[in-house]
């Protein structure tokens, strides 16, 4: 045995309450232990804001009932349709006009809905789902296997096509910020009870024995 193993030995033997180095890489082991599941399933604020369970979407119903009517006006379409929404399971009539929509519809926001009334006095586009034989000089095409899509013939041109509008409702926002204040304080009080068992691993340091 070696003079410094001999001394080793007489330093715990001497100081009963100085934990060996072994005893010290075993708490530390168990540290590590104790932090694993907070490290792989991450914080509940984390969590909140990167689930989209919470997340809902307003689309186009089974049988949307679009509508298109012409408003010279404003030079633009005013579509008409029935929505469904996936948080409530239930369907809306929604109106809006496609020309001020158009880059919307292309990014799925909430397009500016007006109101169902805007259609009164307006002439309504006349709907095929197939090109007509003898067509007039302004109709709208609607695909048969997918009603959501249709497409507007204005004078021999081609406009679309387009899609009825699919967006996140919103709500799933508002609930994450409602829900933060609760989930910061679960999460300080998930670090504040790992913390406090790293600590009783480690001997409680900074306590006199």
């Known amino acids: 045995m070696t003079r410094a193993s001999i001394r080793g030995i007489e330093y715990f033997a001497c100081n009963?309450?100085?934990?060996?180095?072994?005893?010290?890489?075993?708490?530390?082991?168990?540290?590590i232990v104790l932090l694993l599941p907070l490290l792989i399933s991450?914080?509940?604020?984390?969590?909140?804001?990167?689930?989209?369970?919470?997340?809902?979407?307003?689309e186009p119903a089974g049988?949307?009932?679009l509508r298109v009517f012409r408003d010279e006006r404003k030079n633009d379409l005013l579509v008409s349709y029935e929505e469904f929404s996936d948080?409530?399971?239930?369907n809306r009539a929604r109106a809006f006009f496609l020309y001020k929509n158009q880059n919307r519809l292309q990014s799925l926001s909430r397009p500016h809905f007006v109101h169902l009334s805007a259609s009164r006095g307006l002439i309504p586009v006349p709907l095929f789902f197939s090109t007509p034989t003898n067509p007039?000089?302004?109709?709208?095409?609607?695909?048969?296997?997918?009603r959501a899509s249709f497409t507007i013939f204005s004078a021999g041109r081609q406009l679309g096509p387009y899609t009825l509008p699919m967006y996140d409702d919103g709500w799933g926002q508002v609930e994450r910020i409602a829900w933060t204040p609760f989930a910061v304080?679960?999460?300080?009080?998930?670090?504040?009870?790992?913390?406090?068992?790293?600590?009783?691993?480690?001997?409680?340091?900074?306590v006199s024995h």
């Open 185 to 206: 304080t679960a999460d300080l009080t998930i670090i504040g009870g790992y913390l406090g068992c790293v600590w009783i691993a480690t001997g409680g340091p900074g």
């Open 16 to 31: 009963p309450g100085v934990p060996s180095q072994a005893s010290i890489m075993r708490r530390q082991a168990l540290a």
């Open 42 to 58: 991450g914080c509940v604020t984390h969590q909140l804001w990167t689930q989209s369970s919470l997340d809902e979407w307003n």
């Open 136 to 146: 007039p000089v302004l109709y709208c095409t609607v695909t048969e296997t997918n």
């Open 87 to 90: 948080r409530h399971e239930t």
């Open 63 to 65: 049988d949307p009932n």
